[in-house]
């Protein structure tokens, strides 16, 4: 499926930029990310 969607953006002349990223691997992170962004879903949940 990935690949079927980077060929349509291909064909329709749409730049894509593949993103990498680092999961979170500590809660405090986590807590710090969700407050920076004010959402309550990343990739680490806890009871604050």
């Known amino acids: 499926m990935y690949k079927q969607v ?4 291909e064909e329709a ?3 894509y930029k593949q993103y990498t990223y680092e ?3 500590d ?3 986590d807590r710090k990310i969700r407050e ?3 959402c ?3 990739g ?3 009871n604050d």
């Open 36 to 38: 920076r962004f004010k």
């Open 23 to 25: 999961p979170i691997l």
């Open 13 to 15: 002349a749409i730049s």
């Open 44 to 46: 680490v949940k806890i």
């Open 27 to 29: 809660y405090e992170t």
């Open 40 to 42: 309550p879903i990343t």
């Open 6 to 9: 980077v060929e349509l953006l």
